[in-house]
Protein backbone atom coordinates (compact mmCIF):
# COMPACT_ATOMS: atom_id res chain seq x y z
CA UNK A 1 0.00 0.00 0.00
CA UNK A 2 2.69 2.62 0.74
CA UNK A 3 4.14 1.70 -2.82
CA UNK A 4 1.09 3.07 -4.31
CA UNK A 5 0.66 5.57 -2.06
CA UNK A 6 4.17 6.50 -3.17
CA UNK A 7 3.15 6.32 -6.67
CA UNK A 8 0.54 8.93 -6.24
CA UNK A 9 2.34 11.51 -5.04
CA UNK A 10 5.04 11.18 -7.70
CA UNK A 11 2.23 11.75 -9.88
CA UNK A 12 1.33 15.00 -7.93
CA UNK A 13 4.28 16.51 -7.74
CA UNK A 14 4.71 15.90 -11.40
CA UNK A 15 1.56 17.37 -12.16
CA UNK A 16 2.16 20.34 -9.62
CA UNK A 17 5.53 20.61 -11.55
CA UNK A 18 3.73 20.93 -15.40
CA UNK A 19 1.36 22.84 -14.41
CA UNK A 20 3.42 25.33 -12.94
CA UNK A 21 6.00 25.16 -15.54
CA UNK A 22 2.78 25.70 -18.28
CA UNK A 23 1.31 28.91 -15.87
CA UNK A 24 4.96 30.50 -15.72
CA UNK A 25 5.06 29.94 -19.78
CA UNK A 26 1.53 31.61 -19.99
CA UNK A 27 2.42 34.39 -17.72
CA UNK A 28 5.37 35.20 -19.44
CA UNK A 29 3.31 35.01 -22.67
CA UNK A 30 0.58 37.39 -21.96
CA UNK A 31 0.92 38.67 -18.75
CA UNK A 32 -1.72 38.91 -15.87
CA UNK A 33 -1.80 38.22 -11.68
CA UNK A 34 -3.72 34.56 -12.43
CA UNK A 35 -1.05 32.66 -14.36
CA UNK A 36 1.61 34.23 -11.88
CA UNK A 37 -0.17 33.14 -8.96
CA UNK A 38 -0.82 29.57 -9.92
CA UNK A 39 2.56 28.80 -11.03
CA UNK A 40 4.20 29.87 -8.00
CA UNK A 41 1.31 28.32 -6.13
CA UNK A 42 2.22 24.79 -7.92
CA UNK A 43 5.69 25.19 -7.59
CA UNK A 44 5.58 25.57 -4.11
CA UNK A 45 3.12 22.40 -4.13
CA UNK A 46 5.44 20.61 -6.04
CA UNK A 47 8.36 21.19 -3.30
CA UNK A 48 6.47 20.26 -0.51
CA UNK A 49 5.43 17.19 -2.00
CA UNK A 50 8.39 16.42 -2.70
CA UNK A 51 9.54 16.88 0.56
CA UNK A 52 7.09 14.83 1.65
CA UNK A 53 7.77 12.07 -0.33
CA UNK A 54 11.50 12.55 0.98
CA UNK A 55 10.07 11.69 4.39
CA UNK A 56 7.74 9.97 4.03
CA UNK A 57 9.08 7.42 6.83
CA UNK A 58 9.33 10.23 9.42
CA UNK A 59 5.63 11.01 8.42
CA UNK A 60 4.34 7.70 8.67
CA UNK A 61 6.60 6.75 12.08
CA UNK A 62 8.20 4.01 10.22
Not at 19 to 24: N, R, T
Not at 50 to 60: A, C, I, M, P, V
Request: aromatic share 16%; proline share 2%.
Amino acid sequence: MIAFHRFLIATAILFCGGFALWSIVAFRADGGLLPLSLGISFALAAGLLSYYLKHLRRFLNR
